[in-house]
T-cell receptor, first 118, second 111 residues
Framework: GAGVSQSPSNKVTEKGKDVELRCDPI?????LYWYRQSLGQGLEFLIY????????KSGLPSDRFSAERTGGSVSTLTIQRTQQEDSAVYLC????????????????FGSGTRLTVV | GQQLNQSPQSMFIQEGEDVSMNCTSS?????WLWYKQDPGEGPVLLIA?????ELTSNGRLTAQFGITRKDSFLNISASIPSDVGIYFC???????????FGTGTRLTVIP
């Protein structure tokens, strides 16, 4: 597609339930990133996928969080046993290449999924 | 993760005024970027900087990569109502897979 597509745009879930968030990156973008944006905060890195390489999971806050990327395209972020502190906007971004070599190699972000845990 | 200290946290300015915001870090970055986020949207790239001392403009926006490689600033000249939003700095370190983001500057332009 023309941009990064995320679904759902909003999700309200009960504490303790599992949720899945989906990201459809720009076609041809080999790198995919998940970030979390809590109210009034900056963007917190969660996980990074690059091609067929093992993902960089160094930003995942707990073992309740996991993500996968199937076929080098669509990615799913799963949060198990959700807690109220998981409430945030989850942003996905994709880019052409891992290295920023000049020009337009910055991320393209989706509009995010606003997750509310009640 | 790395801390990028962005200031000010918020600004209220009159339309037509110039705006300046900055971002500092205790660590060296080899790339600095500035993004703008509108409500309900993801951040959009405004300017990217790749060399220490680099000064780059994009319309009414000007950004500089600090010589120490630990800071960057963004200026907006002659602000207009559509400049309203949250501005984020972001930096990348050598060997890192991801960008680190500042906490944002929320800009309000009063017509």
């Amino acid at each position: 597609g023309a941009g990064v597509s995320q679904s759902p745009s909003n999700k309200v879930t009960e504490k303790g339930k599992d949720v899945e968030l989906r990201c459809d990156p720009i076609s041809g973008h080999t790198a995919l990133y998940w970030y979390r944006q809590s109210l009034g905060q900056g963007l917190e890195f969660l996980i990074y996928f690059q091609g067929n390489s093992a993902p960089d999971k160094s930003g995942l806050p707990s073992d309740r969080f996991s993500a996968e990327r199937t076929g080098g395209s669509v990615s799913t972020l799963t949060i198990q046993r959700t807690q109220q502190e998981d409430s945030a906007v989850y942003l996905c971004a994709s880019s052409l290449a891992f290295r920023f070599t000049g020009g337009s190699y910055g991320y393209t972000f989706g509009s995010g999924t606003r997750l509310t845990v009640v | 993760g790395q801390q990028l200290n962005q200031s000010p946290q918020s600004m209220f300015i009159q339309e037509g005024e110039d705006v300046s915001m900055n971002c500092t870090s205790s660590s060296i970055f080899n790339t600095w970027l500035w993004y703008k986020q509108d409500p309900g949207e993801g951040p959009v790239l405004l300017i990217a900087l790749y060399k220490a001392g680099e000064l780059t403009s994009n319309g009414r926006l000007t950004a500089q990569f600090g010589i120490t490689r630990k800071d960057s600033f963004l200026n907006i000249s002659a602000s207009i109502p559509s400049d309203v939003g949250i501005y984020f700095c972001a930096g990348r370190q050598t060997g890192a897979n991801n960008l680190f983001f500042g906490t944002g500057t929320r800009l309000t332009v009063i017509p």
